[in-house]
């Protein structure tokens, strides 16, 4: 068996040590296994439950050096980061720079086609809620060859317009749902556009200060590398980190770590102040639904018990990272792992046995 070790970090705000006690023993349980049983590098786990904040940390920041992860230490969380910029799109609107319904093309160069299926245009609304006919990657992502350890690197704002002159959508946008890391990162360029920010600035300025959220960023400083945890993929090799250009940045360009990410799970539950609380709560409307499909703006609905509860997972070359509020009963979830073994279950199974105390 895998020697593993653990470590329990505690913001003392108002639970019993008995709630402490079968929490710890459940999310022990869950971590262990996912560290043991599927061989996952080292796992940081976040708790909100009744004004109290817990932290959690399973095996290791790297192999061998024997660093337990904990609520400071840094991941790569990757699509979480569309519910920032989901976020971002919402202040946007709160302070009138935008419209939800407006068209893509208002925040395009001219030289770009109208994008639009049977007289309907593609708006910034059908880029977060993933309905706008955009397909999952553009065609030229992979021409000629890209560095499969870091993809994304290199895939320039340019490159993406090229792409979207050539094209011709196949569906009325706002009629169906198709995950798009593309429309996400267009999302993404059009922020930066508008505001002449780069998608860090952004991020910083209008989410992390109001939610004294201090390690969240795009761009891993010097004085952060000794916090940043190594990633390794599914098979245990070493996977070097993922740098997303300006072009996919909003898709899933951001670092963060246990302590920021509860901080930001508390301000969508009603802690966010001002502008800002606003534009959380715009992105929580619900704004598509389709089958078992349901989602407001970035934020996905799930139901890992009974309750609806607001959702994102994310995945880079050596990571693994998940996300789950359950705005009614006001507890959240996040787990980070330094591995490409996905941690949903893990998480689901948690929230679940949340929802039942």
Same mark, same amino acid.
């Given at each position: 068996?895998?020697?593993?070790? =653990?470590?329990?970090?505690?913001?003392?705000?108002?639970?019993?040590?008995?709630?402490?006690?079968?929490?710890?023993?459940?999310?022990?349980? *869950?971590?262990?296994?996912?560290?043991?049983?599927?061989?996952?590098? @080292?796992?940081?786990?976040?708790?909100? *439950?009744?004004?109290? #904040?817990?932290?959690?940390?399973?095996?290791?920041?790297?192999?061998?050096?024997?660093?337990?992860?904990?609520? #400071?230490?840094?991941?790569?969380?990757?699509?979480?980061?569309? #519910?920032?910029?989901?976020? *971002?799109? @919402?202040?946007?609107?709160?302070?009138?720079?935008?419209?939800?319904?407006?068209?893509?093309?208002?925040?395009?160069?001219?030289? &770009?086609?109208?994008?639009?299926?049977?007289?309907?245009?593609?708006? *910034?609304?059908?880029?977060?809620?993933?309905?706008?006919?955009?397909?999952?990657?553009?065609?030229?992502?992979?021409?000629?060859?890209?560095?499969?350890?870091? !993809?994304?690197?290199?895939?320039?704002?340019? $490159?993406?317009?090229?792409?979207?002159?050539?094209?011709?959508?196949?569906?009325? !946008?706002?009629?169906?749902?198709?995950?798009?890391?593309?429309?996400? @990162? +267009?999302?993404? &360029?059009?922020?930066?556009?508008?505001?002449?920010?780069?998608?860090?600035?952004?991020?910083?300025?209008?989410?992390?200060?109001?939610?004294?959220?201090?390690?969240?960023?795009?761009?891993?400083? $010097?004085?952060?590398?000794?916090?940043?945890?190594?990633?390794?993929?599914?098979?245990?090799?070493?996977?070097?980190? =993922?740098?997303?250009?300006?072009?996919?940045?909003?898709?899933?360009? +951001?670092?963060?770590?246990?302590?920021?990410?509860?901080?930001?799970?508390?301000?969508?539950?009603?802690?966010?102040?001002? &502008?800002?609380?606003?534009? &959380?709560?715009?992105?929580?409307?619900?704004?598509?639904?389709?089958?078992?499909?349901?989602?407001?703006?970035? =934020?996905?609905?799930?139901?890992?018990?009974?309750?609806?509860?607001?959702?994102?997972?994310?995945?880079?070359?050596?990571?693994?990272?998940?996300?789950?509020?359950?705005?009614?009963?006001?507890?959240?979830?996040?787990?980070?792992?330094?591995?490409?073994?996905?941690?949903?279950?893990?998480?689901?199974?948690?929230?679940? =046995?949340?929802?039942?105390?």
């Amino acid at each position: 068996m895998k020697h593993t070790f =653990w470590l329990l970090f505690l913001i003392p705000m108002g639970v019993g040590c008995v709630a402490q006690s079968s929490l710890e023993k459940e999310v022990d349980q *869950l971590a262990q296994s996912y560290i043991n049983e599927k061989h996952g590098e @080292g796992l940081s786990v976040g708790v909100l *439950l009744d004004g109290r #904040t817990y932290f959690y940390g399973y095996g290791e920041t790297a192999k061998g050096n024997g660093k337990v992860p904990d609520a #400071t230490t840094l991941f790569e969380i990757g699509s979480i980061t569309k #519910t920032f910029t989901s976020t *971002l799109l @919402g202040v946007a609107v709160v302070t009138g720079k935008v419209k939800l319904d407006d068209p893509v093309n208002k925040y395009l160069p001219d030289s &770009i086609p109208l994008l639009q299926y049977g007289g309907r245009v593609m708006t *910034l609304k059908d880029l977060a809620n993933h309905t706008s006919g955009l397909p999952r990657m553009p065609s030229n992502f992979f021409a000629p060859v890209v560095d499969l350890q870091d !993809p994304y690197r290199n895939y320039s704002v340019e $490159k993406l317009f090229v792409f979207l002159r050539q094209l011709q959508l196949s569906r009325t !946008p706002g009629s169906q749902y198709e995950y798009s890391n593309m429309g996400a @990162g +267009l999302l993404g &360029i059009i922020l930066q556009r508008i505001y002449g920010l780069s998608y860090e600035d952004l991020v910083v300025q209008n989410i992390c200060l109001p939610l004294d959220m201090r390690d969240t960023r795009v761009v891993i400083r $010097k004085e952060d590398s000794a916090s940043f945890a190594k990633g390794y993929d599914a098979t245990g090799n070493y996977n070097s980190p =993922w740098n997303l250009s300006p072009a996919f940045a909003g898709a899933g360009a +951001l670092r963060s770590t246990a302590r920021d990410m509860m901080k930001y799970a508390q301000g969508n539950l009603g802690g966010g102040p001002g &502008i800002l609380g606003r534009a &959380i709560q715009l992105t929580h409307d619900p704004t598509f639904s389709q089958g078992n499909v349901e989602l407001g703006l970035g =934020w996905h609905y799930i139901r890992p018990g009974e309750g609806k509860v607001l959702f994102h997972n994310g995945g880079t070359g050596g990571f693994r990272t998940y996300l789950a509020i359950h705005p009614e009963k006001k507890f959240a979830v996040v787990m980070l792992a330094n591995s490409a073994v996905p941690v949903d279950k893990e998480g689901n199974e948690l929230m679940k =046995w949340l929802e039942k105390k």
